[in-house]
């Protein structure tokens, strides 16, 4: 029941993410619920392009400040970034390239 009342939007996009074994999920809370039901998902597909197109940011990746004003003004509240598989190395790939190593 709780679940219901928070509604969130999952964006799993890994297409674009740093790395190919990456995935980026930003969490949005749909404050606009009529009657108390989750808004469908055409409307949160046209509230993510928009603020992408808005914005320039690139799906996969963590959302921006501006892209998290951008929902917020189309009725989704930020609430959290999950990331999950290996992350990048810390020296980067080319470096990992340039060693002859497996990163």
Known sequence: ???AIIISVMLL???AAARADQVVNEVY???IRPHGHPRGAAVSQAALDFCYGQTGDIRGLAD???FKQCMLG???RWQTTKV???PAPE???DWC???DMMC
């Open 91 to 93: 020296n980067g790939p």
């Open 1 to 3: 029941m709780q679940r």
């Open 29 to 31: 809370r749909d404050l």
């Open 97 to 99: 390239i340039a060693h």
């Open 84 to 86: 999950k598989g290996r």
């Open 13 to 15: 996009a890994s297409s």
């Open 64 to 66: 921006t400040a501006a």
């Open 74 to 76: 189309r009725g989704y």
